[in-house]
C-alpha cells in the first residue's frame, strides 16, 4: 500500500488563521515543526467546522496558537513544548492520543463565544455546540488517550469521562453525584486546586471529570495526595 502521508520535518509555521472554512486537512505528519500564532477553526457554526483527520505531531513546539471547534480524528501527539497555555474551546475527538512529555493543555467542551454578543446570544451560541458535540460522542467508542501522557498541566472540561484512556494512578473520575453527596469540604486537602475543581464540576452541572495529577508538575506529589484522599473518601469512582 502506497504512505499517502505528506511529511513536514524542522519547519516553522506563522499566524495560519482558519476561520468558517468548514476545511479538511487529513494525512499530514509534523516532525520537530515550530508553530506560530496559528488558529484553527475559528466559527460559532457547527456546520463550518474544520476537520482534522490522521494528523501527527511529534517533537513539536507551539507558542500562542489554539484550537476552536474543530472535529478531530485518528490524531497523535507526541511530546509538545508550550511556553503559555495552549487551549482548545469547543472541539470534538475521537481517537485522539497525547502521549510523552507535553506542557500546559486545557481541554474544554464549550465554545469560546463571541465577545460582542448580548448574554443570550452567547449562552444560545454555547448551547448549541453543547448539542453538536453530545450528539457527536454519541457514535464514539472513545475520544481521548491520556494514559501515557507525562503533563506538565492538563485540565479537560466536559469531555465524557467514559470517553477518556487513562492512568488510573494518576488520573481519576469524579462523579457529579458523589460529589454532590459527600461531605468532601471537610477533607483536609493538599492543594486549594483540588477543591476549586470540585465546586466547578458542580457549578457546571457536568456529570463526571478527569481530575488529573500532572506527573511534571512541581507539585505532583501533593495533586496525587489529593486524589488518593478522594478514593479513600468513596468519592472517586473505583477502577
Request: glycine letters at 4%; a negative charge; proline letters at 4%.
Amino acid at each position: 500500500m502506497t504512505n499517502t502521508t505528506q511529511v513536514f520535518e524542522n519547519r516553522t509555521f506563522e499566524d495560519f488563521d482558519d476561520r468558517d472554512s468548514a476545511a479538511l486537512f487529513s494525512d499530514v505528519e509534523f516532525r520537530r515543526c515550530h508553530f506560530d500564532g496559528c488558529l484553527v477553526s475559528m466559527t460559532q457554526k457547527p456546520n463550518l467546522r474544520t476537520t482534522i483527520r490522521n494528523v501527527s505531531l511529534i517533537d513539536c513546539t507551539e507558542n500562542g496558537c489554539s484550537i476552536g471547534t474543530a472535529i478531530v480524528e485518528n490524531a497523535f501527539i507526541e511530546n509538545l513544548k508550550a511556553p503559555g497555555l495552549f487551549q482548545t474551546f469547543g472541539a470534538v475527538f475521537n481517537r485522539v492520543t497525547l502521549r510523552g512529555r507535553i506542557d500546559r493543555l486545557m481541554i474544554t467542551n464549550d465554545v469560546l463565544p463571541s465577545v460582542l454578543m448580548v448574554e443570550e446570544d452567547r449562552q444560545r451560541e454555547i448551547d448549541t455546540f453543547r448539542h453538536a458535540n453530545a450528539k457527536y460522542y454519541s457514535h464514539v467508542e472513545w475520544a481521548l488517550d491520556i494514559s501515557q501522557g507525562e503533563f506538565r498541566e492538563l485540565e479537560i472540561r466536559g469531555i465524557p469521562s467514559r470517553l477518556i484512556r487513562r492512568d488510573p494512578e494518576t488520573q481519576i473520575v469524579v462523579t457529579r453525584e458523589r460529589v454532590a453527596e459527600s461531605d468532601w469540604r471537610q477533607l483536609d486537602f493538599s492543594e486549594s486546586l483540588t477543591s476549586f475543581s470540585l465546586n466547578f464540576l458542580l457549578e457546571e452541572g457536568w456529570p463526571d471529570m478527569v481530575m488529573i495529577a500532572p506527573k511534571r508538575h512541581r507539585k505532583f506529589p501533593l495533586y496525587l495526595e489529593d486524589l488518593q484522599l478522594l478514593r479513600q473518601a468513596g468519592i472517586a469512582e473505583p477502577d
